[in-house]
């Protein structure tokens, strides 16, 4: 008979049970912890994680990845922007019954394994086979098994006068009770803002904005979770904000912005001339697409920042920071 305590601990580990979002920030193996963020920490895909390979990336399953049951019992959702491809003949992908995998515009599964073993790659869903090395490379848009519960655009936090206002876009939700937005001064520790109800099920474009009232000083991060009607829940990207309660607010200015790639973007601050400046670019998962240290740069002087092709559309952080300050911004490549 479980007395009382172990009965305490195992519903503590029910409501605690985290449904990852992973997302990948290069090409490279589905197995190797560096070609994930899952969370906000690198890490490989699990039970009902989301899992999003990149626009532009390719990842590579070369050996074989089993979730299905019983060893996963929660659905697992892939959304393929860039490539999934077998390399090698024998792999297999085998996802638990309920899940999802959806091939958006401009990406692709393909197998550029050796000719023959045409049925030795393959997608499963709950036992049954959706594609094959022989059904030849599939591009999106299209979708095997369960559709994404949620399809989240974007999620972003802003300062605004004496708030930071929270606005994300969803593309589509299936079964959605509510959304939450947490805050935290680590990235570690976090804290409830907002409980606002979900849309349940729709398949139109709908945007939520929200309102923190009591922003925390400094550079704080936001996240936003995402409860179903069954009590599952995902968590979606963090996003950093600098708010500062002073009037000697620190600035920091990006022009264009919008921007197309190809361009470059001039960068205004209010850094001293003594300072070294450490300008990044990262995307929302934190991956960096510019770093540099720039050093005796005057108050009234422009940082150019390059925008290269090579740099996909979407939101984007310039970040500067000095030996005591840090400002940030959001920037958007068209």
Same mark, same amino acid.
């Given at each position: ?26 090409? +490279? ?97 709950? +036992? ?12 999106g848009p299209i979708n095997y098994g369960a559709p994404l519960p949620i399809e989240l ?6 300062t605004i006068e004496n708030t930071v206002q929270l606005t994300w876009i969803t593309a ?36 939520? *904005? ?63 001339? *003594? ?60």
């Amino acid at each position: 008979m479980m007395n009382i305590k172990h009965l305490t601990i195992l519903l503590l580990f029910i409501q605690v049970q985290v449904f990852a979002a992973c997302v990948s920030v290069g090409s +490279g193996d589905w197995d190797d912890p560096n070609t994930w963020i899952c969370n906000g920490v690198p890490g490989v895909p699990g039970c009902g994680d989301t899992i999003t390979i990149a626009s532009g990336h390719t990842v590579t399953i070369r050996n074989q990845q089993n979730y299905s049951e019983p060893g996963c019992s929660t659905p697992i959702f892939i959304v393929v922007n860039g490539t999934l491809d077998f390399p090698v003949n024998g792999p297999k992908l085998q996802l638990p019954c309920n899940s999802g995998f959806i091939i958006n515009s401009g990406g692709s599964l393909t197998a550029s394994a050796p000719a023959g073993g045409g049925s030795a790659n393959f997608l499963e869903i709950c +036992g049954t086979v959706y594609w094959r090395k022989a059904d030849g490379t599939i591009t999106g848009p299209i979708n095997y098994g369960a559709p994404l519960p949620i399809e989240l655009v974007y999620f972003d936090a802003l300062t605004i006068e004496n708030t930071v206002q929270l606005t994300w876009i969803t593309a589509s939700e299936i079964n959605n009770d509510y959304f939450t937005i947490e805050k935290s001064v680590d990235a570690k520790v976090w804290e409830t803002v907002l409980i606002i109800n979900g849309a349940g099920n729709s398949n139109q474009i709908i945007e939520y *904005t929200e309102t923190d009232f009591n922003p925390l000083n400094g550079t704080s991060y936001y996240r936003l979770k995402q409860t179903d009607f069954d009590g599952r829940f995902e968590y979606f990207n963090i996003v950093p904000v600098k708010y500062s309660n002073s009037d000697d607010e620190d600035e920091l200015s990006i022009f264009p912005n919008p921007v197309h790639q190809g361009e470059n973007i001039s960068v205004s601050h209010s850094f001293n001339s *003594t300072d070294e400046i450490l300008v990044v670019l990262r995307d929302l998962q934190g991956k960096e697409f510019y770093s540099k240290v720039h050093i005796n740069i005057n108050e009234d002087e422009l940082i150019g920042i390059p925008i290269d092709y090579i740099i996909p559309k979407g939101i984007y952080f310039i970040v500067a920071t000095s030996e005591n300050k840090i400002h940030s911004k959001k920037l958007i490549i068209k």
